[in-house]
């Protein structure tokens, strides 16, 4: 039985495959087309999921669309009523691709795939609690999504049995902490649904001065985690922006324009924002405990991946087990949908192994074989030296040791936003220059931006005060007390961005400005090469702890064939690109031909 999952038109379109409950593929549509947070419908994810299985569209038993479109047309409409006049250029803006496209999601699917089997369409947040569930090491748990907006609902709690979820209570547009957050982000100038995680980031620079007003005056908590927002001082029902003067009043200002200084009032902004979702998250957690008496919590949806709120709940929630969707977001919807066809939809059993998930460590996505690398590179006159397998892991330790910058280029592609040991960047976590490097001079990023460790899982205690593994990077963890610099008075008085002129442990590259880090753990079964990499490096260098980020610069999607490795590579800093056995070093290369767009001649092997 194959069933094809499908997310698109609001941001990371997507497409997964299963057969017979086994997650075969899933990709997201941004890394073939090279555009960010891709919404269209992801034609080149499917021709890939097809491909990976070995079929065509019609070979298809089942397909499902992630939402229910007319039901979130239906809240668009009356949106719109409601504050018209208002929100007249929003209406004209948005109606024609609904009118045009969005409408009939059925029949471009029977085009596109030429496929005439049934559709199904789960509600968006049933997409999102499948996603996490089903695919949970779990046999039953209470599961929290929350995000944007879905049809009406922004937030929902669950429980899952077996093959079974059910919706329990949901809280509905406009009131979303999802938005609440993207509010925030539009007004300290980054990217609503991209710039998120930077506000994240952000916030350990400052102080929660705002926590009160926003408690006060945008929205209100109930201990129950339900929540109302006060909609006076937001703009995203009908107009083009997410906040309005009253807003700007209310904090002293209008948005920073992007791209321009960060002050020490953005820093507290984000701050303040930050803690009050972990708050509406606590108590959402101590909610749904209370309602399922489950052990067990999954979480999916936007705001599943604000790590730190995660670990949180982690550490001071009610659960004893926590499992996070890797694709949190919209990309998680397609594999939710076919899953939920496979188990509640069609009935079939599900079979749990409580040491391991379901998600092949989220590796799901297109993988180039060696032959395919060597092709490329001797095609277009790339000057590479040629390892043994078993030369590469000792070989990237010594580099790393060296204090280089590596692309590291392996095996499938990760789903979901996170690299996770398969398309990353790599350098060393104890050099006290590599944060500063790798944000400038290889993403090309604000400085701010802290990068994650990833760490053998064995060696995890050792270093972050966390009691359970992270293979996904969805938890925020302290580096151990043992491992932290005394700072002197005059560093403890640092301010704002002046923390990051802190050495503040002896990995300072991956601990943040709060002695945290977004950590991943590795396990050996899970990726050999990489483990064994980062366990040489142990060895040789007495330390088990790498830098991971991912393998793309700042406003690109994450790398997916050995073409994007390369031009990324070349247009950036990076000392060395390893592309299954085949290194590269920057000082042997030719100059990048500016005038040859490898992009059109990729074909996905």
């Known amino acids: 039985m194959k069933i094809l ?6 941001h990371d379109s997507a497409a997964c495959l299963v057969e017979d409950g086994r997650i075969v593929a899933a990709a997201q549509e941004e890394r073939f087309t090279r555009k960010k947070h891709d919404h269209e419908f992801p034609e080149n994810a499917i021709r ?11 070979d298809l038993d089942l397909a499902a669309f992630y939402d ?7 809240r668009l409409l009356e949106t719109y009523l409601t504050f018209a006049p208002y929100g007249i250029q929003s209406f004209i803006k948005a109606m024609p691709l609904w009118i045009k ?5 059925k029949s471009l699917i029977n085009e596109k795939l030429d496929y005439e089997g049934r559709i199904l369409f789960p509600e968006h947040h049933e997409s999102h609690i499948a996603s ?3 695919a949970s090491p779990f046999e039953e748990a209470a599961v929290i999504t929350a995000d944007g907006v879905g049809e009406w609902a922004t937030a929902s709690i669950g429980v899952g049995r077996g093959n079974r979820i059910e919706l329990l209570s949901e809280i509905r547009f406009p009131h979303s902490l999802g938005l609440l957050y993207s509010a925030f982000t539009y007004y300290t100038g980054f990217k609503v649904n991209s710039g998120e995680y930077k506000v994240m980031g952000l916030a350990p620079y400052g102080i929660p001065k705002y926590k009160d007003v926003i408690l006060r005056e945008l929205i209100d908590v109930k201990d129950d985690g339900s929540f109302k927002l006060n909609m006076k001082y937001f703009d995203y029902c009908a107009g083009l922006r997410m906040t309005n003067d009253r807003f700007h009043r209310l904090f002293g200002g209008p948005p920073r324009k992007p791209e321009s200084k960060l002050t020490q009032r953005d820093m507290d902004l984000a701050r303040s924002v930050q803690d009050v979702t972990e708050e509406v998250m606590m108590k959402m957690a101590r909610y749904s405990h209370k309602i399922t008496g489950m052990k067990n919590l999954c979480l999916a949806g936007g705001v599943a991946l604000n790590c730190v709120a995660n670990g949180k709940i982690l550490r001071n929630g009610p659960f004893e087990n926590i499992w996070i969707q890797p694709a949190a977001g919209d990309a998680g919807g397609a594999l939710g949908a076919a899953l939920l066809a496979w188990y509640q939809y069609l009935g079939n059993q599900r079979n749990v192994d409580s040491r391991k998930d379901q998600m092949a460590a989220s590796y799901l996505g297109p993988e180039f074989s060696d032959e395919a690398v060597k092709s490329f590179l001797d095609k277009k006159g790339v000057p590479y030296v040629e390892l043994k397998d078993e030369e590469v892991p000792e070989k990237i330790a010594d580099l790393i040791a060296a204090e280089n910058v590596i692309g590291w280029f392996q095996g499938k592609m990760e789903f979901g936003p996170r690299a996770l040991g398969n398309r990353s960047i790599i350098g060393d976590a104890r050099s006290p220059k590599m944060q500063e490097i790798m944000n400038l001079k290889i993403k090309f990023r604000e400085s701010f931006r802290p990068f994650a460790p990833t760490v053998l899982y064995e060696k995890t205690k050792e270093y972050f005060d966390i009691d359970c593994e992270s293979p996904y990077m969805q938890l925020v963890a302290d580096v151990q007390g043992g491992r932290r610099k005394q700072l002197t008075d005059e560093e403890e008085k640092r301010f704002g961005l002046a923390k990051l002129n802190t050495i503040r442990s002896d990995i300072p590259a991956v601990t943040h400005v709060d002695f945290s880090a977004r950590l991943q753990t590795i396990k050996e079964e899970d990726n050999p090469r990489y483990y064994k990499m980062i366990k040489i490096f142990n060895d040789k260098y007495g330390c088990p702890v790498i830098i991971n980020t991912s393998f793309n610069v700042r406003g690109e999607p994450i790398v997916c064939s050995p073409e994007h490795a390369y031009l990324c590579f070349m247009r950036t800093n990076m000392d060395y690109l390893i592309m299954g056995r085949y290194l590269l070093e920057k000082t042997e290369q030719k100059p990048l031909d500016k005038d040859i767009d490898w992009l059109k001649e990729f074909e996905l092997d």
């Open 5 to 10: 999952g499908i997310s698109a038109y609001y």
């Open 48 to 58: 890939f999921c097809l491909e990976a299985g070995g079929i065509q569209g019609k």
């Open 68 to 74: 229910k479109p007319f039901v979130k047309f239906e």
């Open 101 to 105: 496209q969005k409408l009939w999601i």
């Open 132 to 134: 996490a569930f089903y």
